[in-house]
Every structure is written in structure tokens, then in C-alpha cells.
């Protein structure tokens, strides 16, 4: 037990290390080659003054996977569907991430497909939402093929866009990502998930690393690109850890391990179908603009949102202490 403790550690260590090492020269590759994400004051939701670096993705994505092979000595075929599934939303996130820095937009099919792609990828290698123990006999209730598939499919994309919507001021969708991770950490911890809890401190680690660089103002930004990954890996991370075996009322820990930007883009999703938007459309609705409009400025709008998600997470954690009681 000890020897897991020192492994994750080091996992958190390791991670943040090697993205700080790694985004210094990816950001002057990126003002090389002019992958830069540029203001824009016609556009409401575009705040900075000067062009950000769009390359953090990159170090987040080597930082989680180059540790977890290392601490986990992990090569199945779990490991290879995430890491597969993972490079398909890194490089959808940057093909897109280079259209913005030309003025444009990748369409949202191509987005859609790759992310349900990766999903998929997951779900195929045995990583689902198989069911939940029924609390009136104590039995586990299996789902038949269909529902475990698009169960799983609709959790992965739903925490994978809730995320990079979340991203929109310096620091929070990293932020968000830190507090997530930590708490599903602690959870796979009650639960007995040895895995899933290295997995999550390796993702805690490796936005930590990037924070240092994000936090406002923001030197580097890791565009759609990281911001996808993190949230596709929160929700990989949920179903293979918090969601196994779960009971009706454990089904809630996920969801509030990721309370702030589920409840708000769910509200912000919701609002758009109302007004026959397109959900991919990008706009000022999310909760941190709506603060900022208030007069709250880019700190104190951070601080808030990523106290109310520890708040969120400190629910689930008690949540998972009294299930497993």
C-alpha cells in the first residue's frame, strides 16, 4: 500500500514537471510558426490583449501519457483505445485550433465524428457504463449492448465538450480540470480503483503544470485541442473508477466531481436548443462571462467558479464515503 502511495506521488510529480519542461519551447514553436490564438474585438468571448500560444495541449497530452506508461507499466489494450482515442481528439482539437488562428471555423461534423470516434474507441476495449446495483435486492443490473454504448458514448462527449466550453477565461477550464481530477482521485481512493486514481493524479499533475502558465494572465493557452483531451480524459478516468459497480445514488459523484462545468453548460445547451442555436456555436453564455458582465474581474471570476467545483467536489467525496461505508 505504501508503494502505491509513493507511485502516485511521483505519478503528480512527474506529470507537472514534464509540462513545465515541455510548453517554454512548444510556445516558441507556436509564435514561429504563427499558431497563435489572435484578439479579436469584434468577437465578445475573445478578452486578451496579445497573441497566446496555442501548444499547451500538446505538453498536456506527452505529460499524462509519457508518466502513466512509466508508473503504471501498462500496456493493454485499455491503454492503447485511450491512447488512441486520445491523439484522435488532440489532433481533431488542433486541426481546429489552426482553423481559428486563420479567421475560420472547422465545421462541427468533423469534430462530432472524431469525438463519438473516440468514444467509441473506448468503449470497444471494455471501458463502458455496464449498469448500477439495484438498492431494493442489493443486485447489479446489467444494461443490455446498446445502452452501454450510448450510455458511454453520451458520458465521454458530454464531459469532453463541457470542458472546452468551460474554457473561455485564463485558468479555468485547467483549473476546473485540477479540482475534477483531484476529486475523482480521492474517490478512486474510498472505492479501491488503484488505476483510475493514478490516472486522475497524473491529470491533476500535468494541469497544474499548465496552470503555471495560464493563470492571468495567461502566457499560453492549450486551444481546443488540450481543453477536449482534458475533458476526455475526466470522463474515461469517471467510467472506469467512480461509475463501476455504482449504486443509484453513487451515480451522482461523477456528475458532481464535475459540477461546474456540467450544470453550466447543461443550462447553456439547453438555452441553445430553446433558441434553435447550434450547441457548437461559440458565444458568451457560460457563467464565467455572465460574472464578468457583472463587474467581477478575470481573478475573482476564477476564484469563484473553481470554489463552488470544490464545493461540488467535496460533496461527492462524502457522498462516496457514506456509499462505501
Known sequence: MRRIHVL????????????????????RLAVRIDFVDKPRPDVERKIHREPIPLTAGIAIFVGFFAIYYVCSGSFSAQTWAITGGGLCILGIGLIDDWYKTRGKELASLPKLVVQVGAAVIVYLSGIAFEGFTNPLNGQFVNLPAWLELLLTILWIFGVTTVINFSDGIDGLAGGLSAISGGTLFVVALTMGQSDSALMSIILVGAALGYLRYNKPPARVFMGDAGATFLGFMLGIIALDGAFKGATLLSLFIPILALGVPIFDNVIVVVR??????????????????????????????????????????????????????
Not at 8 to 22: A, M
Not at 289 to 311: D, H, P
Open 272 to 325: 441553445r436548443m430553446l433558441a434553435s442555436q447550434p450547441i457548437y456555436k461559440a458565444d458568451a453564455s457560460q457563467a464565467h462571462y455572465k460574472l464578468l458582465a457583472t463587474g467581477l474581474n478575470q481573478k475573482q471570476t476564477l476564484v469563484f467558479l473553481c470554489l463552488l467545483n470544490v464545493c461540488f467536489g467535496l460533496t461527492a467525496i462524502i457522498m462516496a464515503l457514506q456509499v462505501g461505508a
Open 8 to 27: 502516485y506521488w511521483i505519478g503528480f510529480t512527474l506529470s507537472f514537471l514534464l509540462v513545465l519542461l515541455l510548453i517554454p519551447p512548444l510556445r
